[in-house]
Every structure is written in C-alpha cells, then in structure tokens.
C-alpha cells in the first residue's frame, strides 16, 4: 500500500508565502512524476506544478513565477514553494504521485489535500 501525507496548507494574507509538502511512504519501487493539483469551490481540479524523476519541471500559467516545485527523492517527498500568494489561490491542494510498487506496475495516487486560504 502507499500513502500520501501533505502537510503546510493554512490560512495566509494575499503578498505571504506558504510551503506545502507531501510525503510518499509504503511499498514503493521507484517514483516517476510528482505534483501539485488544486480545486476551488465550485471549480473543477486544475494542474499547478509537475516535476519529472529527471527533474523537469512544468507550471500552470497562473502560478509562473510565484511558484517553485521541487523533490527529494532520499525522503520521498515533494515541495511546493507558493510566493506571493492571491486570494484566487485559495483552494484545496493535492499531491499526486505516479510511481511503481514493483518494477512491473505504474500507478497514480492522490494525497487527502490541504487547503489553502489567501485573504486579501
């Protein structure tokens, strides 16, 4: 089994930072891709940032230049550095990770999310 820990969301004022991280743990062979995901009241869920096991990374338009996502693979963990935080921000986060328990399967998993509150 393989579970997926955030932590670091909260309640922050518009112009503040916040850094969220999300812990894999369990029976896991290697991690492929690794991300960020968000869903606003009433919105539908949207990509924020990804980063590849190469170290590639790709953001959504809206967070270019604010946000840095980053991983440690030794803690298999990734990080979601948000600067300069807007109200629109706010939303639920989630962490996905895709990754193989075995060197035969590829799977995707969701974290449980952390909300995040930019008040203006």
């Known amino acids: 089994q393989v579970q997926l820990v955030e932590s670091g969301g909260g309640l922050v004022q518009a112009g503040g930072s916040l850094r969220l991280s999300c812990v894999a743990s369990?029976?896991?062979?290697?991690?492929?891709?690794m991300g960020w995901y968000r869903q606003a009241p009433g919105k539908q869920r949207e990509l924020v940032a990804t980063i590849t096991s190469g170290g590639s990374t790709d953001y959504a338009d809206s967070v270019k230049g604010r946000f840095t996502i980053s991983r440690d693979d030794a803690k298999n963990t990734v990080y979601l550095q948000m600067n300069s935080l807007k109200p629109e921000d706010t939303a639920v986060h989630y962490c996905n990770v895709e990754l193989r328990t075995d060197r035969f399967s590829r799977n995707n998993y969701w974290g449980q999310g952390t909300q995040v509150t930019v008040s203006s």
């Open positions: 369990g029976t896991i062979f290697s991690i492929n891709r």
